[in-house]
Each structure stands twice: as C-alpha cells, then as structure tokens.
C-alpha cells in the first residue's frame, strides 16, 4: 500500500515569499505530524493533528508558521514571509491513531535564498 | 521538558565490529523509547522500540533495553555489516494528549568493509 508522500520533494524561494507544503498521509490514519529536521535543530515537533480535534501547535516557532487537515486526510504547513534560518527539510508522519506507530514521508527540504 | 541526549558523532566502524550508540533521556512519567533509522536517501523509519522499564526492542540485529534507573536507551548491535551504514536517531513518546515523538540529534554511523 501507499505510503506517507509529500510534495514538492524540493523547494527553494527567495526571502519574504510564501510556501505551501503538502503532505498524503497514509489512508485511514487518524493522526498527522509535521516535524523539521535542521542542521543545527535536529528533529523538531511542528504541529500535531488527531481527528477532528484543535490541532496541537505547540512546536510551531512563529506566527509565519501554520498548518491545515482538510477533511482528516490531506494536510498543508504554509511559511509566510519565509526567512534564511526557515530552510530545513520538513517531514510529515501519520499514525493509526496517537499510540500506533509513526510513518514518515520523504520530506520536503526547502532552500530560502 | 523532555529532552533525548546521544553520544557524539559521527561514528566511523570497520564491519564486523561491535556497534554501541548511546542514548539517555529526561522525561517525566514513562515514556516509549524508541530508535529510528535512516539509511542514504531513504526516508525515516523505526527500527526497534520499547514501552516500559526493562524492556527489550530488538530488529535487524540490533537491540535496546529501555533501563529506568539509568534513564538509558542504547543500541547495540554484535556485528556491523556496510549496509548499517545510516542515520540513527533516539526518540521517546509520552501517552499523554500529544504523542509527538521528541529526538535527539542523531549519529551518524559508517561502516566500511
């Protein structure tokens, strides 16, 4: 079966414009993660969506930051404004529910000039 | 907060030998302890975990005994072989309302025949 995929793999943007970043998660997954992974960072917690409920934004490091699920499936974190210190390589995971295991996606590295 | 400490890197082995990759965390209550891998150009991918004290995950050769009174989780494997040669990355996970997986920073492990 499908896995996690993301798109695009590869983005770069200039400072100050917008990204939209996607991510299919696997079908019948109930919960969604974003993740980044930096050079100087490591793996960071993003933002966390379970079902139907207010996602969990806790990792979120600004307000230029947000994250939709449309319909439990389909899920987008949107960088505003988009800064040097924001390319990292963003990693999204679903989960068969918050206690099953976690399955990552290819990622998608962004690159801000 | 939660936090995931492991040793140094990156390691360098030639195959055949004997692989130790430390890991300790901070955590309050008890944590899931897992580590995950990932191998050149693939993306992540658990490889072995364990949910409560004293416990043994174990995949691919490798093995870790999640130990609550040294607050460790190493890996260890008895003989690397060149196609180990990954990423690996310590993470834990509470049972609370958020079940984000917190990381350390990863080792890199190469391994030459």
């Known amino acids: 079966g499908a896995g996690v995929s993301q798109s695009p793999s590869n983005k770069v943007t200039e400072k100050g414009k917008d990204v939209e970043l996607r991510c299919d998660p696997i079908?019948?997954?109930?919960?969604l993660y974003w993740y980044r992974q930096s050079l100087g960072q490591g793996l960071e917690f993003l933002i966390y969506?379970?079902?139907?409920?207010?996602?969990?934004k806790s990792g979120l490091p600004s307000d230029r930051f947000s994250a939709e699920r449309t319909g439990g499936s389909v899920s987008t974190l949107t960088i505003q404004r988009t800064q040097q210190e924001d390319s990292a390589v963003y990693l999204c995971?679903?989960?068969?529910?918050?206690?099953?295991?976690?399955?990552f996606g290819p990622g998608t590295r962004l690159t801000v000039l | 907060g939660d936090s995931v400490t492991q040793m140094e890197g990156p390691v360098t082995l030639s195959e055949e030998a004997f692989l130790t990759i430390n890991c300790t965390y901070t955590?309050?209550?008890?944590?899931?302890l897992f580590w995950y891998v990932q191998y050149p150009g693939e993306g992540l991918q658990l490889l072995l975990k364990?949910?409560?004290?004293?416990d043994k995950g174990s995949n691919k050769g490798f093995e870790a005994t999640y130990r609550k009174e040294t607050t460790s989780f190493h890996l260890e494997k008895g003989s690397v072989q060149v196609s180990d040669s990954a990423v690996y990355f310590c993470?834990?996970?509470?049972?609370?309302?958020?079940?984000?997986?917190?990381f350390g920073k990863g080792i890199t492990l190469s391994v030459r025949p």
């Open positions: 995971a679903s989960s068969q529910g918050p206690q099953g295991e976690q399955f």
């Open positions: 079908s019948g997954h109930t919960a």
């Open positions: 969506f379970q079902g139907n409920s207010a996602p969990d």
């Open positions: 955590a309050t209550g008890y944590p899931s």
């Open positions: 364990a949910t409560k004290a004293d």
């Open positions: 993470a834990l996970r509470h049972t609370g309302a958020n079940s984000k997986l917190t």
